[in-house]
């Protein structure tokens, strides 16, 4: 049998995924609202979001190339996203702890 | 305030009801002798609905440490984070306050005020902390309401 390295990285990539699902759902119950319980929903969707497309990666192989590059596309746009909202999130945490 | 939970009056709810010549205005005498320890903040709005501002004035009460929120159901104000501590009436009004604007997610603000050292400024800090943690994990409005309410509690000689 092939030793297929991608594979390897994206079922890790997908457990990690599903790890980091289960801490936002998890902690979610701690922080009901405010300025990190608004913003906590909208990471938990982008998790969500991104486990899914996570959860595709293995059979990239058997799609079209075109539906591929969009997924993966996707991800990247979203994860972008993602990252602004998490630097926004936590600089806003620094001014409240600091104001 | 949280229309679910139940008022009861403090040991200086009490003492001020029985003293006729304490400095307490006519409405908040009002709203305080129909605060009876089992009615729900949502039932005595409609006992008091006569009571103009009948809800400032039980937010006020709950300010001065004349009446505290007590678990509904409950036997007793043992259960109420409002007396869960007696250090000082500053922080039972600060606890009555926490639990009547926050409600069932009190815990964690009732949990630094019982922490606190009882000197005002230890006070002060506290309720700069707690404001803090209510922002940013529980509501902005009520952090704000939280604060403005507390600073006034501690502003006031007991």
Redesign the interface.
């Known amino acids: 049998m092939k030793f297929d390295v991608s594979i390897v990285v994206s079922v890790l990539a997908i457990l990690v995924m599903f790890y980091c699902l289960w801490l936002v759902l998890s902690l979610r119950k701690?922080?009901?609202?405010?300025?990190?319980?608004g913003t906590w929903k909208t990471l938990t969707s982008l998790v969500i979001l991104f486990t899914l497309g996570y959860l595709v990666t293995p059979f990239f192989g058997l799609l079209p190339p075109v539906l591929t590059n969009v997924i993966v596309s996707l991800i990247f746009l979203f994860g972008a996203i993602y990252v602004v909202i998490t630097v926004k999130l936590i600089y806003r945490?620094i001014e409240?702890?600091a104001g | 305030m949280d229309p679910h939970i139940v008022l009861a009056k403090t040991p200086q709810g009490v003492e001020v009801l029985s003293h006729r010549g304490h400095d307490l205005p006519r409405t908040l005498r009002h709203a305080l002798i129909l605060v009876d320890g089992r009615s729900t903040v949502d039932e005595l709005e409609k006992k008091g609905a006569i009571i103009p501002e009948f809800l400032a004035a039980l937010r006020e009460l709950i300010t001065r440490g004349l009446v505290a929120p007590r678990s509904a159901g409950g036997m007793g104000a043992a259960k109420s984070p409002a007396s869960r501590v007696a250090a000082s009436p500053y922080h039972r009004s600060l606890l009555g306050l926490a639990e009547s604007i926050l409600g069932e997610?009190s815990e964690k603000v009732a949990r630094k005020i019982e922490e606190a050292g009882p000197s005002r400024e230890e006070l002060a800090a506290v309720v700069d902390a707690c404001y803090?943690l209510?922002?940013?994990?529980?509501?902005?409005a009520k952090?704000e309401q939280f604060r403005e309410a507390a600073r006034e509690a501690l502003s006031r000689d007991v």
């Open positions: 701690n922080i009901p609202g405010g300025v990190v319980g945490i409240e702890l | 997610r803090k209510i922002r940013l994990t529980i509501d902005e952090a």
